[in-house]
């Protein structure tokens, strides 16, 4: 059975880091793309950025570019999201996912569904 499990969320103030992971079990993760999204309440689903292993782009929603970065730990079977310079409204429940069927090219932003497989996600809450 494939899982995803994010974990690393957290209380952090504004201007503070944390790094989430994303553990896979079921299949090796790092050969097929990866997608964070997250979901504020009272909003819908927004995309952060997927990465697409066919050739390692990475692909940043604009209001996270510059301060989100991802990595992976082939090891550990985890990718992981370094959020630095944290704001208010990055305040969301993060989710990681994966195509399904599993592929290595990353879908449009548009184009993940409830039919993907994603984790149960991991609570980041920015405030003084």
């Known amino acids: 059975q494939l899982q995803l499990v994010e974990s690393g969320g957290g209380l952090v103030q504004p201007g503070g880091s944390l790094r989430l992971s994303c553990a896979a079990s079921?299949?090796?993760?790092?050969?097929?793309?990866i997608g964070w999204f997250r979901q504020a309440p009272g909003k819908e689903r927004e995309g952060v950025l997927c990465?697409?292993?066919?050739?390692?782009?990475?692909y940043y929603a604009d209001s996270v570019k510059g301060r989100f970065t991802i990595s992976t730990d082939n090891a550990k079977n985890t990718v992981y999201l370094q959020m630095n310079g944290l704001k208010p409204e990055d305040t969301a429940v993060y989710y990681c996912?994966?195509?399904?069927?599993?592929?290595?090219?990353?879908?449009?932003?548009?184009?993940?569904?409830?039919?993907?497989?994603w984790g149960q996600g991991t609570q980041v809450t920015v405030s003084s």
């Open positions: 996912a994966a195509p399904r069927p599993l592929r290595r090219l990353c879908p449009p932003t548009t184009g993940w569904a409830q039919q993907d497989y």
């Open positions: 079921g299949f090796t993760l790092h050969y097929y793309a």
């Open positions: 990465i697409s292993q066919s050739d390692g782009s990475t």
